[in-house]
């Protein structure tokens, strides 16, 4: 299961190259998903509602459960410079969260099948098809990504997954590949050392995620 993160991880890793190479070029890909614009006026993940019943001494009682609702204060902002920056963290957040979830999808789908797997080479034998398939779909996904998109992406990742990347690459593909991707991370200014600090560092995009998720933004 871990090996698979650190495969995924390994393709956000090219995110940073990809990213930079793309804007220098200008690159010319045809639509994808990833290509329609983010909409600031209406939520990434549709709000749910769950319809139920529990039994109370003896009685059928039926209720509701709704997402999470989290009310904070209204932000504010010394400049219009603050606001637009503020306004660019929104719409990345709702750009690559879904990116972020649809990784842990795959890991969760992909463990519980290779525990089906009778022996250790067939186990090997789909494990090497996820790598390809991951490395297909999911490198040409990453070059569609800015820079800043794939810094979040990683850092959200790891929010998912609870480890950061080079940890993952380090104890799951090799400590010299780790090296290899983190000097090409810092190369462009990034790190894949960085871990998600949702009190302190990274409160703000924490923030923002916990309202995306529940359909508030």
């Given at each position: 299961?871990?090996?698979?993160?650190?495969?995924?991880?390994w393709?956000?890793?090219?995110?940073f190259?990809?990213?930079?190479?793309?804007?220098?070029?200008?690159?010319?890909?045809?639509?994808?998903?990833?290509?329609?614009?983010?909409?600031?006026?209406?939520?990434?993940?549709?709000?749910?509602?769950?319809?139920?019943?529990?039994?109370v001494?003896?009685?059928?009682?039926?209720?509701?459960?709704?997402?999470?609702?989290?009310?904070?204060?209204?932000?504010?902002?010394?400049?219009?410079?603050?606001?637009?920056?503020?306004?660019?963290?929104?719409?990345?957040?709702?750009?690559?969260?879904?990116?972020?979830?649809?990784?842990?999808?795959?890991?969760?789908?992909?463990?519980?099948?290779?525990?089906?797997?009778?022996?250790?080479?067939?186990?090997?034998?789909?494990?090497?098809?996820?790598?390809?398939?991951?490395k297909?779909?999911?490198?040409?996904?990453?070059?569609?990504?800015?820079?800043?998109?794939?810094?979040?992406?990683?850092?959200?990742?790891?929010?998912?997954?609870?480890?950061?990347?080079?940890?993952?690459?380090?104890?799951?593909?090799?400590?010299?590949?780790?090296?290899?991707?983190?000097?090409?991370?810092?190369?462009?200014?990034?790190?894949?050392?960085?871990?998600?600090?949702?009190?302190?560092?990274?409160?703000?995009?924490?923030?923002?995620?916990?309202?995306?998720?529940?359909?508030?933004?």
């Open positions: 299961m871990t090996r698979l993160v650190a495969i995924i991880i393709v956000l890793a090219l995110a190259p990809a990213a930079a190479a793309a804007q220098a070029g200008g690159g010319t890909d045809d639509a994808k998903p990833e290509d329609t614009p983010v909409d600031m006026d209406n939520p990434t993940f549709v709000p749910t509602v769950k319809v139920g019943k529990v039994l001494d003896g009685d059928s009682l039926q209720y509701v459960e709704l997402n999470n609702v989290y009310v904070y204060p209204q932000p504010t902002f010394k400049n219009a410079k603050r606001r637009a920056a503020y306004n660019r963290l929104v719409a990345n957040v709702k750009k690559v969260l879904p990116i972020a979830k649809e990784v842990n999808k795959i890991i969760i789908e992909t463990y519980e099948y290779m525990q089906t797997l009778p022996n250790k080479k067939a186990r090997d034998e789909h494990m090497k098809r996820v790598e390809d398939d991951i297909r779909r999911y490198t040409p996904r990453m070059k569609k990504l800015s820079y800043s998109q794939g810094k979040l992406l990683i850092k959200l990742v790891y929010r998912e997954c609870n480890s950061s990347a080079y940890d993952l690459i380090r104890a799951f593909i090799s400590p010299v590949r780790a090296g290899f991707y983190q000097a090409f991370a810092w190369a462009f200014g990034a790190s894949l050392m960085k871990k998600y600090d949702p009190e302190k560092t990274d409160r703000l995009t924490e923030r923002v995620v916990l309202m995306v998720e529940s359909g508030q933004l």
